[in-house]
């Protein structure tokens, strides 16, 4: 499925478009200089399991997918996207603070929740208003720009805690407060810089019920199918930072992992979005794929520094690939009433995906080490593959 218009791809992306990705960015600053020590502060400094850090990593993230279904609806409802997502956005800036004053792993879990319950809520209108806000024609640009925004901010924040926890000696509760400051700046940004264009359809009635998704149609679900055998294959990437400390690496170093992997995701998601404008977004998925197998197959099999980084590097490739590209198939396939509704169900469903490969990544590795739980993925993706090739037929004969 591809939209494209001539005049569109001439045009330049809209101001709102810059600014919503700045605000991604900024409040991944703050997540991810969190989020690149949690796991390796959960296991060593507050004696957690590798399960319990998989079923912490999927709570929160389904946590938020289901919480998208909700507000995404809400938006529809409204006819309003701008007023959730900043809600969202300042509830996670809220919470921040949380996580260094958290004094057990149930404290860390009820922080992590109310954190992804922010994420939740502003994730879909902000996926909803993109795409009132792009032109059709460059829609995949406009995701994919978002994409590499956020992403950006994903390796920075890690970069950060880097510098930072060598600096504090390894003082992991400082680095958390660090991290409170980019996300009050990303709630301010949202909040008195971003302005959502008039509606030009009519509020969405009851965005929840039957008739509202059989109105989503057919290509729709398609699209939810390729997200959740894309999700199976994809389990977070706390079991990366984990590979990292089992192959040896200090603690201070562990958050160049996700630098690593996510400047490879920031400088291959705006141009696979603006590539998918012009070509069919199916191959692009499919090549993203086979770039997750590979990245399985060296993290299973090649224990070692050059291993570790020629996976990461890998996988965001795949991330690269694929994320920007959902969520403009998404904006392809829903009507312009019930996008908001659209990216609430497609984030649920991706979500609950996500939640139980989590929990089987950290149940293998409990019961096999990290070569399992790689080869496992490695597994989930040749099968996502074939999934794909199956279900992409349909997407692939629709073009708007």
């Known amino acids: 499925m591809t939209t494209t218009t001539p005049n569109a791809e001439r045009a330049g992306l809209p101001r709102g478009i810059w600014v919503l990705g700045f605000v991604s960015m900024l409040m991944d600053i703050s997540s991810e200089m969190i989020h ?26 389904a946590t938020a997918s289901i919480t998208k279904i909700f507000s995404g609806a809400l938006s529809d ?88 926890m060598w600096w504090t000696a390894d003082n992991f509760a400082l680095v958390f407060w660090f991290a409170v400051l980019p ?25 929840l019920n039957i008739a509202a998704m059989r109105q989503l149609g057919a290509v729709y679900w398609r699209v939810v199918a390729v997200g959740i055998v894309f999700t199976l294959a ?29 400047i490879v995701y920031a400088l291959s998601a705006y141009p696979a979005g603006v590539l998918s404008d012009r070509i069919n977004r199916t191959g692009l998925l499919a090549l993203g794929l086979v770039f997750l197998a590979c990245a399985d197959l060296a993290l299973a099999l090649l224990p070692n520094l050059a291993g570790l980084a020629l996976g990461v590097v890998l996988w965001g490739l795949h991330m690269g690939l694929t994320q920007g590209l959902l969520s403009a198939l998404v904006a392809d396939a829903a009507p312009p009433s019930l996008r908001g509704t659209a990216f609430g169900y497609f984030n649920l469903f991706t979500g609950l995906a996500l939640l139980a ?29 074939v999934g794909l090739l199956a279900v992409g037929n349909g997407l692939a004969a629709e073009k708007k």
């Open 183 to 207: 996300a009050f700046l990303s709630f301010g940004l949202i909040a008195f810089a971003v302005s959502e264009p008039d509606p030009s359809r009519e509020p969405a009635k009851n965005p």
């Open 77 to 164: 409802w409204l006819g309003r996207r701008k007023l959730l997502a900043a809600l969202g956005y300042g509830l996670a800036a809220l919470t921040k603070p949380l996580f260094p004053l958290a004094p057990s792993v149930g404290w860390l879990v009820a922080a992590r929740f109310i954190d992804r319950v922010g994420k939740g809520i502003r994730g879909a209108p902000r996926d909803a208003l993109i795409a009132d806000i792009a032109p059709i024609g460059l829609r995949g640009a406009s995701f994919g720009l978002r994409q590499s925004l956020d992403t950006i901010g994903a390796f920075v924040g890690p970069l950060v805690a880097i510098g930072l």
């Open 357 to 385: 490969a989590s929990v089987i990544a950290g149940a293998l590795w409990d019961a096999y080490g990290p070569a399992g739980t790689f080869l496992a993925g490695l597994g989930f993706a040749l099968v996502s593959l």
């Open 234 to 262: 994809r389990f977070s990437e706390a079991f990366l930072i984990l590979r990292a400390q089992n192959i040896g690496l200090h603690a201070m170093w562990v958050p160049a992992v996700l630098v690593l992997m996510n």
């Open 36 to 61: 690149a020590l949690l796991p390796v502060y959960l296991v060593t400094v507050l004696g957690a399991s590798t399960l319990t850090v998989g079923f912490i990593e999927g709570i929160a993230e």
